[in-house]
T-cell receptor, first 115, second 111 residues
Framework: NAGVTQTPKFQVLKTGQSMTLQCAQDMNHEYMSWYRQDPGMGLRLIHYSVGAGITDQGEVPNGYNVSRSTTEDFPLRLLSAAPSQTSVYFC??????????????FGPGTRLTVT | RKEVEQDPGPFNVPEGATVAFNCTYSNSASQSFFWYRQDCRKEPKLLMSVYSSGNEDGRFTAQLNRASQYISLLIRDSKLSDSATYLCVVNSRANDYKLSFGAGTTVTVRA
């Protein structure tokens, strides 16, 4: 199993550009999520999905869109990049939302710089 | 107030030492607690879950204190490979699967 994969690993964007960060998992996990990690702050949830066709907003959704057309893929789209979106982005997946099983498997991250 | 707070450290300890640190959480209804490990410029990985009765995994011991709303992690016989940032993670809302992450405690083990 490849686990959770993310592309690209690094990206530099100019303000106003749009792009899509790709995330895929091959573990047949229902739950997938996107986080951003900034210095001195914990990971913050951007969007999440509890299954194909179902998405919802997390803590910091503004400026981002997601879709979940298949169980495997959960892309994150930046609509119009801003310098405040410079961050490290992690995609994660887990088996279930059950109270006893929250282990999340993270992808290697995408380091995004917006100039 | 942040939902999950950690001392950022760094904790600099020699090999073989014991190091311990805490994490406090603000929501008394929190249900599940975890420690994740994150190496420099890598993704977080689950280190261990934290159970009400406390639990050990090799050299690592986790404790939960619900009355004071904190969890702790103790590392015995530190190895160079234990150098990492340790993230405290809490399911901060009852019956909600979304997780809250602390900013992390950095541990550096020196030879």
């Amino acid at each position: 199993n490849a686990g959770v994969t993310q592309t690209p690993k690094f990206q530099v964007l100019k303000t106003g550009q749009s792009m899509t960060l790709q995330c895929a998992q091959d573990m047949n996990h229902e739950y997938m999520s996107w986080y951003r990690q900034d210095p001195g702050m914990g990971l913050r949830l951007i969007h999440y999905s509890v299954g194909a066709g179902i998405t919802d907003q997390g803590e910091v959704p503004n400026g981002y869109n997601v879709s979940r057309s298949t169980t495997e893929d959960f892309p994150l789209r930046l609509l119009s990049a801003a310098p405040s979106q410079t961050s490290v982005y992690f995609c994660a997946s887990s088996y279930s939302m059950g109270n006893s099983n929250y282990e999340q498997y993270f992808g290697p991250g995408t380091r995004l710089t917006v100039t | 107030r942040k939902e999950v707070e950690q001392d950022p450290g760094p904790f600099n300890v020699p090999e073989g030492a014991t190091v311990a640190f805490n994490c406090t959480y603000s929501n008394s209804a929190s249900q599940s607690f975890f420690w994740y490990r994150q190496d420099c410029r890598k993704e977080p990985k689950l280190l261990m879950s934290v159970y009400s009765s406390g639990n050990e995994d090799g050299r690592f011991t986790a404790q939960l204190n619900r009355a004071s709303q904190y969890i702790s992690l103790l590392i015995r016989d530190s190895k160079l490979s234990d150098s990492a940032t340790y993230l405290c993670v809490v399911n901060s809302r009852a019956n909600d699967y979304k997780l809250s992450f602390g900013a992390g405690t950095t541990v550096t083990v020196r030879a």
